[in-house]
């Protein structure tokens, strides 16, 4: 990367044969893209640098945001019927080729160093989803940013742990 934040292809290693171009460019951080049924490219913006998330289409014309507002780090876009579902802190949106943005899942606990992820919809017909956890080791450090706005928010062991060795203060 260079000091401005971007990648250089001539710094991607390739296997003979291969090539590689920015297809498309202006974009701050993007993290999911998907292909409509009907051929439309969609992008998600993390929105990690803005404050918001963003749901983007690229076109010939340039990128037009579809809808914005989403709660950081976007993580994660997919289509199902005519609705874009979009997976933000805490909440799954459903989002309209119009940009009308409705809540359909909200307070999933997401305040940590992990989020809920990007839905899939299975041949069942009901939508999936992955929840983090707040931390990766089942303890806080004084490291996580998000500690001070969420005092009490902690993961939940599955069974009774105790924790041996070094004890952690917050």
């Known amino acids: 990367m260079d000091r401005e934040g971007t990648t250089n292809p ?34 998600g913006e993390a929105g ?3 404050g918001y998330g963003r749901v983007i289409e690229v076109t010939r014309q340039g990128n037009k945001v579809i809808a914005e507002g989403f709660e950081p780090p976007l993580t994660g876009i997919n289509q199902y019927g005519s609705k874009i579902y979009v997976s933000h802190r805490g909440k799954i949106t459903a989002v309209t080729i119009d940009g009308e943005k409705e809540d359909i899942l909200t307070g999933l606990p997401s305040h940590g160093d992990h989020h809920n992820n990007k839905v899939v919809f299975g041949r069942d017909d009901k939508m999936y989803f992955g929840q983090g956890t707040a931390t990766n080791s089942g303890v806080v450090g004084k ?13 939940y062991p ?11 203060k917050v």
């Open 10 to 43: 001539g710094d991607i290693a390739l296997k003979g044969g291969y090539r590689i171009e920015a297809a498309v460019k202006g974009f701050q951080h993007p993290i999911s893209l998907l292909f409509t049924a009907s051929g439309r490219l969609i992008v």
């Open 48 to 50: 990690v640098a803005t």
């Open 143 to 155: 490291d996580s940013g998000w500690l001070k706005v969420f005092r009490y928010f902690h993961d």
């Open 158 to 168: 599955g069974q009774d742990i105790t924790l041996n060795g070094q004890n952690f």
